[in-house]
């Protein structure tokens, strides 16, 4: 049997010496070697009455196989049979490079076929948060493709999951969400989507794609597995300063995007054994149409005094939120509820979101620390009350504080995640 792989750019035939053994996961990877700027996620072929019909799964594959079969035997000639890969050209391939190997006991390998010279127009175009098909295909990964290895987050309307991808033995997290939940939530489902979709940044989390099962999407992002900042206690300079400028970073490609993050604190710092540090869950993100955002969402203890009295907010609404971020880090405690003399359950938050907006920071607690002068300054800088009193993050870049860590080795950030991690799991244990 002859597969004729149709495309835009030519068509290329693969002769099959057993075709009852091919799979559809092994058309892909032909298809892909075809295409290698686009993800094939599926494709077509005409039937007897020339509908074209759609192969996403092994089952499929075998009834198209079975199909061709019977048409060569009534007609006694082998001739090539047409396939058509689906895909969407503006959608850029996986950035962090997913690999989709195929191996198991195929007698028929997915072949090597010549390269080919085929361009697409790589611009990012705006999306419809109301069509999801975009960002739908633009990864492989499917439910069938997942083992679950371990759940480590819960919520009213979902979990967060380790998961191994089988075929390429990539870790992810998968986040899966019902479909079912609020609008609110759903909201905040496609934010996330969207801006996955159109960050390529090595200080955000990496996208991997997102599938639909029954009423639920899955959401599956890199899987840093050192978790998130909150969980270490106080953190040392040493580790604060390419925190810091890890952040920063982020924060500067997304207003470069014009994306607000609106949620900067440490638990949406992720870091893991490579040394890499990025910025997560875009939920409550926004897409600026202009300047200055007017919504009241977030995280409250994080917010500037601007966001609190619910006045107009740009980028330095985030240098505010770096600044709290970095405080709770050095001292192991969020630092406003240290200024109160009743435990933290006992605070109310109007007190508390009134402290912030009329109180000055409570630097204090940073010098009872022996925290060094560079390290005050620079959050005193990002804890200005009046917005254009505090720099852009660009410039907050240029610091006395942060300029021995603007190229840091991301080895030594590794050695104290892994020391950290393990010394964690000797407490457990």
């Not at 075998?62 to 503006?90: G, H, R, V």
């Not at 801006?195 to 200080?203: A, Q, R, V």
């Amino acid at each position: 049997m002859i597969l004729r792989i149709v495309t835009d750019i030519g068509s290329f035939d693969w002769e099959l010496e057993n075709s009852l053994n091919i799979t559809f996961r092994e058309v892909l990877e032909a298809m892909n070697q075809v295409l290698p700027d686009v993800s094939v996620t599926a494709f077509e072929y005409d039937d007897e009455d020339g509908d074209r019909i759609t192969v996403r799964t092994d089952a499929e594959m075998s009834a198209m196989l079975a199909f061709q079969k019977s048409s060569i035997n009534e007609t006694n000639l082998n001739l090539p049979f047409n396939i058509y890969p689906k895909y969407n050209k503006s959608c850029e391939k996986n950035v962090f490079g997913l690999k989709v190997e195929v191996s198991g006991t195929s007698h028929n390998p997915a072949p090597t076929l010549p390269p080919v010279d085929y361009r697409k127009d790589t611009e990012m175009k705006a999306i419809n948060s109301s069509d999801l098909n975009e960002i739908m295909s633009c990864g492989n990964v499917s439910a069938a493709d997942l083992q679950e290895i371990e759940v480590f987050g819960k919520g009213a309307s979902g979990i967060v999951y380790r998961a191994l991808h089988i075929l390429s033995g990539c870790e992810m997290a998968v986040k899966t969400i019902a479909l079912d939940a609020t609008q609110d939530e759903q909201r905040r489902i496609i934010a996330e989507l969207e801006i996955l979709y159109k960050c390529n940044s090595p200080n955000i989390i990496g996208f991997y794609g997102a599938f639909f099962v029954e009423n639920r999407i899955s959401i599956c992002t890199e899987y840093m597995n050192g978790c998130s900042l909150d969980r270490y206690g106080q953190i040392e300079e040493s580790i604060l300063g390419p925190v810091a400028v890890s952040i920063i970073e982020g924060i500067s490609y997304l207003s470069g995007l014009k994306i607000m993050h609106r949620d900067v604190k440490p638990s949406n710092i992720l870091v893991n054994t490579k040394g890499e540090i990025k910025l997560c869950d875009f939920g409550v993100s926004t897409q600026l149409v202009n300047s200055i955002a007017q919504t009241y969402i977030g995280s409250n203890g994080y917010m500037a005094p601007e966001r609190i009295n619910a006045q107009g907010y740009d980028i330095k609404s985030e240098v505010w939120s770096i600044g709290v971020s970095v405080f709770e880090m050095a001292l192991g405690k969020f630092p406003y509820h240290l200024v109160f003399p009743v435990p933290k359950e006992e605070i109310k938050l109007m007190e508390l979101l009134t402290f912030i907006v009329t109180k000055p920071p409570p630097l204090r607690l940073l010098r009872a620390k022996k925290c060094s002068n560079e390290l005050i300054d620079f959050i005193a800088v990002c804890l200005q009350k009046q917005p254009e009193n505090r720099p852009c993050p660009n410039n907050l870049k240029n610091h006395c504080f942060l300029e021995k860590y603007l190229n840091f080795s991301p080895g030594f950030v590794a050695d104290w995640v892994t020391s950290k991690m393990f010394n964690l799991q000797m407490t457990v244990n």
